[in-house]
């Protein structure tokens, strides 16, 4: 993955034949659903159309932004398999590119420089407050109105630097999801696009970024809409050709309301630690907002020979958990069983359980999946085979009674004789006591299963004896039968 960067001013470069989008989150925490569903999308679109991915990291929030985000920023990005082309490019790397940009803009006299105070600028909102006015910088650092003020710079403190936006006419766009779409230029004021302190604002950073890193599609959540006019004013008073905006509704929860952790998991870590497999999570953040038909079931190679924004819904998308848990369990069902041995492993160690003696993962793994809805839940169905198999309390008095004791004593006796300890042969044996005792198989089953598990319920008893392995399954039968 490049990390280089051209920082050489110059024309955007929009009718270039190279596609790049890029994704930039800001590390002041985990990578949530919202994000990578941005991510996503914008991964796709580049690998759709034979294009480049760039990673951005917007970390001027200096308050907020840990190098611990950013490494769980980037393992969520890798884990859900979404690779980049360069990156990740630091934006408080760059702070020297940001000042000469604005510096070439007030050269132009497309910026300022304003002394206003906070006092001053509190004050001056609650007057417009007071006179039903809609709060915002009136201006009174434009060069033309500060001269005729008579406002005199003041040594004793450095300026932000201002954007001088037209206040006049509109600016507009066609975005590439929600069609046209235009904003009054007065509606908008002079954005501060440099702090004092030499670190630029979000609409300022972004769009220098976007020029040097020649992004030609911007695709990101619809919270973004209101910045997109500013950003549009800065890039045409460099003389920059814009790129294509594509804002993607956001995603509410059940309750209709934008999710949130009160909606449970919005993390990509914490449904990683949840048990739930990437590719399950992709193709259902995929299927969040846009679509392909009726397709629910698709592979990442997929998503991108199918993805176009014009697919993308303008509405907000609903999340629902029941179904990624429905995907996660066909992805389940489908994957390898080696690979789900090594996860379960994982859980199960984090669990505190012992897996010797036991039987090898994989053939468990490969009896219990069909049933699982997550890596954890598979985990917990494990134990079955790595426990003592003693029955909770009660459960052998309800279970092995007087009627039921003889056949299974006959069992014993049968599966003492197999020749060879598999599935067909302890089915036979099953059947044959069966037969001989009149029993029905639940009759039967029901206290083999608690004899020798513990459990009044687990897979085919034939499937869970065959992994347990003869002696154990003796072992405990002998236990249990000849404690009286």
Same mark, same amino acid.
């Given at each position: 993955?490049?990390?280089?960067?051209?920082?050489?001013?110059?024309?955007?470069?929009?009718?270039?034949?190279?596609?790049?989008?890029?994704?930039?989150?800001?590390p002041?925490?985990?990578?949530?659903?919202?994000?990578a569903?941005?991510?996503?999308?914008?991964?796709?679109?580049?690998?759709?159309?034979?294009?480049?991915?760039?990673?951005?990291?917007?970390?001027?929030?200096?308050?907020?932004?840990?190098?611990?985000?950013?490494?769980?920023?980037?393992?969520?990005?890798?884990?859900?398999?979404?690779?980049?082309d360069?990156?990740?490019?630091?934006?408080?790397?760059?702070?020297?590119?940001?000042?000469?940009?604005?510096?070439?803009?007030?050269?132009?006299?497309?910026?300022?420089p304003?002394?206003?105070?906070?006092?001053?600028?509190?004050?001056?909102?609650?007057?417009?407050?007071?006179?039903?006015?809609?709060?915002?910088?009136?201006?009174?650092?434009?060069?033309?109105?500060?001269?005729?003020?008579?406002?005199?710079?003041?040594?004793?403190?450095a300026?932000?630097?201002r954007?001088?936006?037209?206040?006049?006419?509109?600016?507009?766009?066609?975005?590439?999801?929600?069609?046209?779409?235009?904003?009054?230029?007065?509606?908008?004021?002079?954005?501060?696009?440099?702090?004092?302190?030499?670190?630029?604002?979000?609409?300022?950073?972004?769009?220098?970024?976007?020029?040097?890193?020649?992004?030609?599609?911007?695709?990101?959540?619809?919270?973004?809409?209101n910045?997109t006019?500013?950003?549009?004013?800065?890039?045409?008073?460099?003389?920059?050709?814009?790129?294509?905006?594509?804002?993607?509704?956001?995603?509410?929860?059940?309750?209709?309301?934008?999710?949130?952790?009160?909606?449970?998991?919005?993390?990509?870590?914490?449904?990683?630690?949840?048990?739930?497999?990437?590719?399950?999570?992709?193709?259902?953040?995929?299927?969040?907002?846009?679509?392909h038909?009726?397709?629910?079931?698709?592979?990442?190679?997929? &998503?991108? /020979?199918?993805?176009?924004?014009?697919?993308? !819904?303008r $509405? *907000? %998308?609903?999340?629902?958990?029941?179904?990624? #848990?429905?995907?996660?369990?066909?992805?389940?069902?489908?994957?390898?069983?080696?690979?789900?041995?090594?996860?379960?492993?994982?859980?199960?160690?984090?669990?505190?359980?012992?897996?010797?003696?036991g039987?090898?993962?994989?053939?468990?793994?490969?009896?219990?999946?069909?049933?699982?809805?997550?890596?954890?839940?598979?985990a917990?169905?494990?134990?079955?085979?790595?426990?003592?198999?003693?029955?909770?309390?009660?459960?052998?008095?309800?279970?092995?009674?007087?009627?039921?004791?003889?056949?299974?004593?006959?069992?014993?006796?049968? &599966?003492? /004789?197999?020749?060879?300890?598999?599935?067909? !042969?302890? $089915? *036979? %044996?099953?059947?044959s006591?069966?037969?001989? #005792?009149?029993?029905?198989?639940?009759?039967?089953a029901?206290?083999?299963?608690?004899?020798?598990?513990?459990?009044?319920?687990?897979?085919?008893?034939?499937a869970?004896?065959?992994?347990?392995?003869?002696?154990?399954?003796?072992?405990?039968?002998?236990?249990?039968?000849?404690?009286?």
């Amino acid at each position: 993955m490049a990390t280089a960067l051209d920082v050489q001013y110059g024309p955007f470069p929009g009718t270039q034949s190279m596609i790049r989008t890029r994704f930039a989150p800001s590390p002041t925490g985990y990578l949530h659903i919202g994000g990578a569903r941005t991510a996503l999308f914008s991964w796709a679109y580049a690998r759709r159309h034979g294009g480049q991915f760039v990673l951005r990291i917007e970390d001027t929030d200096l308050e907020r932004s840990t190098q611990a985000s950013v490494d769980a920023i980037l393992d969520s990005m890798r884990w859900l398999g979404i690779d980049w082309d360069e990156g990740p490019h630091f934006q408080m790397q760059r702070l020297g590119r940001y000042r000469e940009v604005a510096d070439r803009l007030i050269a132009a006299g497309h910026a300022y420089p304003c002394w206003a105070t906070r006092e001053e600028l509190d004050a001056m909102r609650e007057d417009q407050r007071a006179r039903g006015v809609k709060p915002r910088y009136d201006g009174r650092w434009r060069p033309e109105r500060a001269k005729a003020a008579g406002l005199v710079p003041p040594a004793d403190r450095a300026p932000v630097i201002r954007f001088l936006t037209p206040e006049e006419g509109q600016v507009g766009w066609d975005d590439l999801v929600k069609g046209p779409i235009s904003f009054p230029n007065i509606e908008l004021d002079d954005l501060v696009i440099l702090r004092a302190d030499g670190v630029p604002t979000y609409n300022f950073g972004v769009v220098v970024d976007d020029l040097d890193m020649r992004i030609t599609h911007v695709i990101r959540g619809d919270d973004h809409v209101n910045n997109t006019p500013r950003q549009i004013h800065i890039l045409r008073a460099l003389g920059a050709a814009l790129p294509r905006y594509g804002h993607v509704p956001m995603i509410l929860g059940a309750d209709g309301e934008r999710l949130s952790k009160r909606h449970g998991a919005v993390s990509v870590t914490q449904y990683r630690d949840d048990g739930y497999l990437p590719e399950a999570l992709v193709n259902y953040l995929a299927r969040l907002g846009w679509s392909h038909g009726d397709d629910e079931i698709f592979s990442m190679q997929q &998503l991108v /020979e199918w993805f176009e924004l014009g697919h993308v !819904s303008r $509405s *907000a %998308a609903q999340f629902n958990p029941e179904k990624l #848990s429905w995907l996660n369990q066909h992805y389940l069902k489908q994957a390898d069983d080696a690979r789900l041995a090594a996860l379960v492993r994982t859980e199960l160690e984090r669990m505190g359980v012992a897996l010797s003696p036991g039987p090898e993962l994989e053939p468990v793994v490969a009896l219990l999946k069909d049933r699982a809805t997550s890596i954890v839940h598979l985990a917990e169905a494990a134990t079955l085979f790595y426990g003592d198999g003693l029955p909770e309390p009660g459960a052998l008095q309800q279970h092995l009674t007087d009627a039921v004791r003889p056949a299974l004593r006959m069992l014993k006796a049968r &599966l003492t /004789e197999i020749a060879a300890w598999d599935k067909s !042969s302890i $089915s *036979a %044996a099953v059947k044959s006591v069966l037969a001989s #005792s009149g029993l029905k198989m639940p009759q039967l089953a029901m206290p083999l299963r608690v004899l020798v598990t513990g459990r009044a319920q687990t897979p085919s008893i034939d499937a869970v004896l065959e992994l347990l392995g003869r002696e154990t399954v003796l072992a405990r039968l002998t236990h249990h039968l000849d404690a009286d």
